[in-house]
Each structure stands twice: as structure tokens, then as C-alpha cells.
């Protein structure tokens, strides 16, 4: 079966929106640190792209999970694969995602990281499909709310391919 990739959000569109957050979050923590945390592989193209946007001082820390199971609806349980390399204390942290789909994942992600004491913790998305949330997760700064498609590109994967395109797009059979 050929695959086709129909362009949603251009690079030009997608580098112009997170150059804005990047200047809100520069604003929102003005006189602050931000501590971003990836959550790997997909948030990792999001972040660095964003990173550089930003101008108050920032520091970097990367998580890898995975879901048990293999049913894709999975409950959201989580299993750290590779965990953050320092602790969130006090500091202000960002968790910075790729997509928000049904929130399952981030919703228990967000629990177990705000155990760990942050001074303060938002959420950063690229991408949100609001119609498919089945848990509510409170999102403090969006990229773009999408339709429900499924989507490649910028680290979003389809079987582990097209994380490097340069922009959103919709991968269609024919
Ligand atoms: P959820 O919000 O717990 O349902 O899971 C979100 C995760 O599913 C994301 O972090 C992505 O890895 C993956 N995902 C959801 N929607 C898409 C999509 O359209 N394209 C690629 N991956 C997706
Ligand atoms: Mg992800």
C-alpha cells in the first residue's frame, strides 16, 4: 500500500507558533529559570525548537515511557523507561509534549512528576486533538488544537517513521 503525506501545518506555520510561545514563556517566567521536560521520543524536536526561542535561563531534562501492554488504549499507566537525570524541587518545570490525545498518559504522568515537589509545573504541547480527551488534563500552552487525524511529523511518529519531518502532516492510504 503507497503512503501519501497531505500537509496540515507547514514549517513556516508550525516555526512561527513556537517562536510565539517561546516568547510568552519568556514573558510568563520573566526573572526565572525554566526547567523543560521532554518527554522522549516525540516532545524531543518540540523542545529543542523551543529551547531556543526562549530567553530566560533554561535547563533540559529528558524521560522515556512506555505503556503496558500493547493495547493502544491503554489505561495511561506508564512505565519510566529512562528517568529524568535530576530532581524537580523547587525548580519551575515545564513538561513539553508532542500531542495531547485522550490525556491518559500525561494526566498520570503529570501525578507522578508533581510528586517529586516542583516549585511549579505547567504543560507545554505542540499539538492537542481536544475531541478525543477521555481524561481532563489542563494544558497551559498550545501549539495548534488539530482535528482528529493522525499525524507524522516534528516527532510524531507512524511505526517509528517520519519523526524528522519538517512539518505536520496526515499520512493517507491508497
Ligand atoms: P494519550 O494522550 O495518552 O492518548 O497519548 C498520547 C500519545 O499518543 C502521544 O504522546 C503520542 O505519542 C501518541 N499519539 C497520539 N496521537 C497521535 C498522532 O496523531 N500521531 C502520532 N502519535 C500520536
Ligand atoms: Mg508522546
Given at each position: 500500500?503507497?503512503?501519501?503525506?497531505?500537509?496540515?501545518?507547514?514549517?513556516?506555520?508550525v516555526?512561527?507558533?513556537?517562536?510565539?510561545?517561546?516568547?510568552q514563556?519568556?514573558?510568563?517566567?520573566?526573572?526565572?529559570?525554566?526547567?523543560l521536560?521532554?518527554?522522549?521520543?516525540?516532545?524531543?524536536?518540540?523542545?529543542?525548537?523551543?529551547?531556543?526561542?526562549?530567553?530566560?535561563?533554561?535547563?533540559?531534562?529528558?524521560?522515556?515511557?512506555?505503556?503496558?501492554?500493547?493495547?493502544?488504549?491503554?489505561?495511561?499507566?506508564?512505565?519510566?523507561?529512562?528517568?529524568?537525570?535530576?530532581?524537580?524541587?523547587?525548580?519551575?518545570?515545564?513538561?513539553?509534549?508532542?500531542?495531547?490525545?485522550?490525556?491518559?498518559?500525561?494526566?498520570?504522568?503529570?501525578?507522578?512528576?508533581?510528586?517529586?515537589?516542583?516549585?511549579?509545573?505547567?504543560?507545554?504541547?505542540?499539538?492537542?486533538?481536544?475531541?478525543?480527551?477521555?481524561?481532563?488534563?489542563?494544558?497551559?500552552?498550545?501549539?495548534?488544537?488539530?482535528?482528529?487525524?493522525?499525524?507524522?511529523?516534528?516527532?510524531?511518529?507512524y511505526?517509528?517513521r517520519?519523526?524528522?519531518?519538517?512539518?505536520?502532516?496526515?499520512?493517507?492510504?491508497?
Amino acid at each position: 500500500m503507497a503512503e501519501r503525506i497531505r500537509v496540515m501545518l507547514t514549517e513556516e506555520e508550525v516555526d512561527t507558533r513556537i517562536k510565539e510561545i517561546g516568547e510568552q514563556i519568556s514573558r510568563d517566567y520573566a526573572g526565572r529559570q525554566v526547567h523543560l521536560v521532554c518527554v522522549l521520543k516525540g516532545g524531543s524536536f518540540f523542545m529543542c525548537e523551543l529551547a531556543k526561542r526562549i530567553t530566560v535561563p533554561v535547563s533540559l531534562d529528558f524521560m522515556s515511557v512506555s505503556s503496558y501492554g500493547s493495547n493502544t488504549k491503554s489505561s495511561g499507566v506508564v512505565k519510566i523507561v529512562k528517568d529524568l537525570d535530576e530532581p524537580l524541587k523547587d525548580k519551575d518545570v515545564i513538561v513539553v509534549e508532542d500531542i495531547v490525545d485522550s490525556g491518559r498518559t500525561l494526566s498520570y504522568l503529570l501525578e507522578l512528576l508533581g510528586q517529586r515537589g516542583p516549585g511549579s509545573m505547567k504543560l507545554c504541547t505542540l499539538l492537542d486533538k481536544p475531541e478525543r480527551r477521555v481524561v481532563d488534563v489542563k494544558v497551559d500552552y498550545t501549539g495548534f488544537e488539530i482535528p482528529d487525524e493522525f499525524v507524522v511529523g516534528y516527532g510524531l511518529d507512524y511505526d517509528q517513521r517520519y519523526r524528522n519531518l519538517p512539518y505536520i502532516g496526515v499520512v493517507e492510504l491508497d
